[in-house]
T-cell receptor, first 114, second 112 residues
């Protein structure tokens, strides 16, 4: 595709529900990142893939968070047993600049946990 | 762990005034990037600085990287209403792999 596409754009979940957020990166791009952005804060790193390999998951806040990219293209971020503190915008990005390494972000998925 | 601090958190200016945001890292960075996020939008890449003491300009925007590669600044000359948004710096360490650490951002509002 022409850009990074994320779905759903908005998700409301009851506390304790599981959610799955999808990221469709730019076709053929190797690197994929997930960031979490709480209201009024900067994006915080969650995890990084190179193709299907998850090379860094040190930013995942708990074992309730799980990310996968089984075929090296579409990625899913899953949050189990959601808590109110999980409410945030979840941003997916790929790295477009092979030299400069800049991130190209999707529109994000806004998760609200009630 | 690595921390990236930005000041000020908020800045309100009259159109035509200048604006500066400052970014400081607790550790030496291999490079620093700047992003702009419009209200309701997602972060958009502006520029990357790599060399110690580097200065880059984009029209009314001037970006600097400190000599010690631990701080950076973004200066906007003669702000316009289109400059409204939150400006984030994001730093990368040599040992952090591909991970970028973002600052908290400076939210700029411009009164016409």
């Amino acid at each position: 595709g022409a850009g990074v596409s994320q779905s759903p754009r908005y998700k409301v979940a009851k506390r304790g529900q599981d959610v799955a957020l999808r990221c469709d990166p730019i076709s053929g791009h190797v690197s994929l990142f997930w960031y979490q952005q709480a209201l009024g804060q900067g994006p915080e790193f969650l995890t990084y893939f190179q193709n299907e390999a998850q090379l860094d998951k040190s930013g995942l806040p708990s074992d309730r968070f799980f990310a996968e990219r089984p075929e090296g293209s579409v990625s899913t971020l899953k949050i189990q047993r959601t808590q109110q503190e999980d409410s945030a915008v979840y941003l997916c990005a790929d790295r477009t600049g092979r030299v400069t390494g800049e991130l190209f972000f999707g529109e994000g998925s806004r998760l609200t946990v009630l | 762990g690595q921390q990236v601090m930005q000041i000020p958190q908020y800045q309100h200016v009259q159109e035509g005034e200048d604006f500066t945001t400052y970014c400081n890292s607790s550790t030496t960075l291999s490079n620093i990037q700047w992003y702009k996020q419009r209200p309701g939008g997602h972060p958009v890449f502006l520029i990357q600085l790599v060399k110690s003491g580097e200065v880059k300009k984009q029209k009314r925007l001037t970006f600097q990287f400190g000599e010690a590669k631990k701080n950076s600044s973004l200066h906007i000359t003669a702000t316009q209403t289109t400059d409204v948004g939150t400006y984030f710096c994001a730093g990368k360490r040599e040992t952090s792999g591909s991970r970028l650490t973002f600052g908290e951002g400076t939210q700029l509002t411009v009164n016409p």
